[in-house]
């Protein structure tokens, strides 16, 4: 049991090295050597876990679908938004899935998953939007693919843009204001005054 743990630990180590190389200098750039030498571990242990800098990276793109938890709430377009706020919360404090967001959005040798990282949240996102639809909250006529699509590349766009700006650290605020526009034109009127657009309380206060 020590030495298993010991194992998740060494593992771990290694992807939030990795985590930090990549979300710094990008895969291409990024070596083996480097992420080396910020866990401290052998290149034998690196090897046992990971056999190439690919199978590193890898691991960490499937890190995106891990935190894609879909939130339970009674309202689903509050589900939706709280998706995306615990989300961004996660990339101003995890390096592994900062990594994760930009593998996804850079153009690399990577071998393209079975599953992207876009494809993965268009997944959780139009799942909520359809349980929206049956509990009336969305508009008629709203198609939920179409919304879906947008909800998603906002976001990539918001948080390349916060991580320009502010390294992410206006990133809750920056989704937000994208909510308050989005809104009206997918939310019947007596959802959108239900709505809360900062972090939930037990997410706040973590």
């Known amino acids: ?5 010991r194992g998740k630990r060494s593992r771990r180590s290694i992807l939030e090295a990795a985590a930090q190389v990549f979300d710094e200098c990008g895969y291409e750039a990024a070596s083996t050597n480097e992420i080396l030498s910020r866990t401290g571990l052998t290149r034998g242990s690196l090897y046992h876990h990971f ?11 499937e890190a ?24 961004a919360q ?8 900062r990594a994760s967001a930009r593998l996804a959005i850079e153009q690399t040798s990577l071998p393209c998953p079975p599953e992207t ?3 993965q949240s268009m997944t959780a996102a139009v799942e909520l939007l359809r349980q929206g639809v049956e509990q009336g909250e969305i508009l ?16 990539a766009g918001l948080q390349t843009m916060s991580k320009a700006y502010t390294g992410r ?3 809750l605020e920056r989704l937000a204001a994208f909510w308050r526009f989005m809104l009206p034109g997918l939310a019947t009127p007596g959802v ?13 206060e973590a």
């Not at 049991?1 to 743990?5: G, I, L, P, T, V």
């Not at 995106?64 to 989300?87: C, E, N, S, W, Y």
């Not at 008629?140 to 976001?155: N, Q, W």
């Open 117 to 119: 990282a876009y494809e």
């Open 64 to 87: 995106h679908g891990q935190a894609l938890q879909l939130p339970d709430r009674p309202v689903k377009l509050q589900a939706v938004i709280d998706l995306t706020l615990g989300f």
């Open 51 to 61: 056999p190439s800098k690919e199978a590193i990276a890898m691991a960490l793109v």
């Open 140 to 155: 008629p006529g709203v198609d939920i693919e179409e919304a879906a699509a947008t909800i998603v590349g906002s976001f």
């Open 169 to 171: 650290a206006d990133l």
């Open 1 to 5: 049991m020590a030495q298993q743990e």
């Open 90 to 97: 996660q990339l101003q404090r995890d390096p592994v899935l």
């Open 192 to 204: 959108i005054g239900r709505l809360r657009l900062e972090l939930p309380p037990e997410l706040a």
